[in-house]
């Protein structure tokens, strides 16, 4: 289930990344239902919330914390911009005044960029232990040398394709504010955009994975 749900986040926050394809009441409603499994997902991780005043306190715990923090306030800054700039779902509750402010549009779209690169930061946290867990029920014990070393080559490609598309959607100017009328990926169809956005939270999961890998990363 726990599974399922994070997939389906995922594919939820690739589709909203969309927007520029999308009918504009559309990316509103799928933005206020995404609201529905990222609290059930939170519901499900209650522990890790209770957990925090024990333990002890290493430097990998401390990242882990930090990168979720910030998960969360980008997330919450997302939807709550959102719900400010809506044309069309709060229309008549949301001042005109409010919901035409420019700065609050540019505040939306680098919230929900930094959303996205911490939802790929996130996934790679957690990546060994779900690919363990996979070995494990696939009855996978060991893994020849020739496996893993096609396993770090697919690895690098998608790294370096991920690469490639936060520079075809001029992620490092959207993560800085920068206001971006045109980007290359823009001249893609919608599913070709949607497949950068992938290739974007790839190069981060991996990143993530990389984290976890550091020394007492996954003691609690």
Sequence with gaps: MR??????????????????????????????????????????????????????????RRVRL??????????????????????QLFAGIVPFSLRSNPSLYQLHSTAARYFLVLAGL???????????????????TSRPLYTRMLLLGLGVLLGAGGIHAAQQDRLIE?????HIFMAPALSYSGAGYALTQVGIIIVFAEIGWLLSLWKGARLK
């Design 3 to 60: 599974y399922l749900l994070d997939v389906l986040l995922l594919m939820m926050l690739i589709f909203e990344m969309t927007f520029f394809y999308l009918p504009p009441v559309l990316h509103e409603i799928i933005g206020v239902i995404m609201l529905l499994p990222i609290l059930y997902h939170l519901g499900l991780n209650r522990r890790y919330v209770s957990s925090l005043g024990r333990g002890h306190w290493n430097g990998p």
């Design 66 to 87: 930090i990168l979720n923090v910030l998960l969360a306030v980008f997330c919450l800054v997302t939807i709550v911009s959102g719900c400010l700039t809506s044309s």
């Design 122 to 140: 996130h996934l790679g946290w957690h990546l060994p232990s779900w690919w363990q867990r996979w070995l494990h029920n696939a009855g996978i």
């Design 174 to 178: 959207r993560l800085q504010g920068a």
